[in-house]
């Protein structure tokens, strides 16, 4: 919740009419605010409806540009809709421009959220290690 209020007020500081600002904004802003995470054309859409369809999606989005993929992520038991899913664009302006005009409006009956796409961590790179059991005793005992 603080990373989306932070990174709207950091969107509404660098719309900023006055130049000096924005470039002071765009100085100071995170590695992670800024658009340049590897996936800038592939937006997160959240709070899908369970009847959205990988159809209706790309239709919904198909106004901003050319959708290459509209992709709603299932469980893998129930085959049902997790809420979430991602649309993929051909270039950065159409994804801005859908993020923009999509965000908070209604799809098949519920509110969605749009958002740019973040990259998946890879498991090594978090530094977590994956449980396998109990540890090993030390010693002879």
Known sequence: MAMAALREASRRL???RNPAVAIAVTATRPLLL???RGITHKLFIGGLS???TEDSLSEAFARYGQVLEAT????KMTSRSKGFGFVKFASEEEANKAREDMNGKVLNGRVIYVDIAKTKQDRAADGVPIARGPPKPIGDN
Not at 72 to 75: A, K, L
Request: aromatic residues 8%; glycine residues 0%; charged residues 10%.
């Open 72 to 75: 709603i992520v299932t469980d």
């Open 34 to 36: 800024t658009h340049s």
């Open 50 to 52: 369970q009847f959205a």
């Open 14 to 16: 660098a719309s900023t």
